[in-house]
């Protein structure tokens, strides 16, 4: 019999706060439990297992992900929502990393959107169906890094990180410009 009270939303809701407060690579039931106020076996009636609760709030975390970026429309205001989004979430930008599983609608279509996003932001250089492909795989590996060395603290020198992320864009912005055609 499940807990009065818990329910799967519950579940999924501290599991959210607790990536919040301590990240997403410390989620566990074991932590979970116990900021629930229950034994493990109790969360197996509302979860499969720690890895659906971590495609659950995965899923949870792209659409906040999508939720930042939903303002932005240039290869800039997308750089720069998707670094305030980490920033502001970071356990929630780590988990926003996990790979979809594709029979969990919700959270395919919220990479989906982001994916979408990062496409139509690119539109205005020329580039085919392969390049394109390749600018947004570049582009979110440069974030990514970016994001990751400045949540590292690895960026602490006496220029804002925002200039010299607009920087790094320049360059990108000009070899998409000049991206070669395939």
Known sequence: MA???LTP???????IELVRAEGFEELSLGA???ELGVRVPSLYNHVTGLDALRATV???AVLALDEALSEANTLETIAHAYLAFARTEPG???????????EN???????????ERIEEALSEFPLGPDERIDAIR?????????VELTLAGAFEMPRPIEVSLDAVL???RRGLETFPAT
Request: no cysteine; charged share 25%.
């Open 170 to 172: 320049a360059v990108f």
């Open 138 to 146: 570049g582009l979110r590996a440069l974030l990514h890094g970016f």
């Open 9 to 15: 939303d519950r579940v999924r809701d501290a599991a």
């Open 105 to 115: 609608t919700h959270h395919e279509a919220a990479a989906l959107r982001v994916l």
């Open 3 to 5: 807990r009065a009270g």
């Open 32 to 34: 979970l439990a116990r």
């Open 92 to 102: 929630l930008y780590r988990a926003s990393l996990r790979a979809p599983d594709p």
């Open 58 to 60: 995965a899923a949870a």
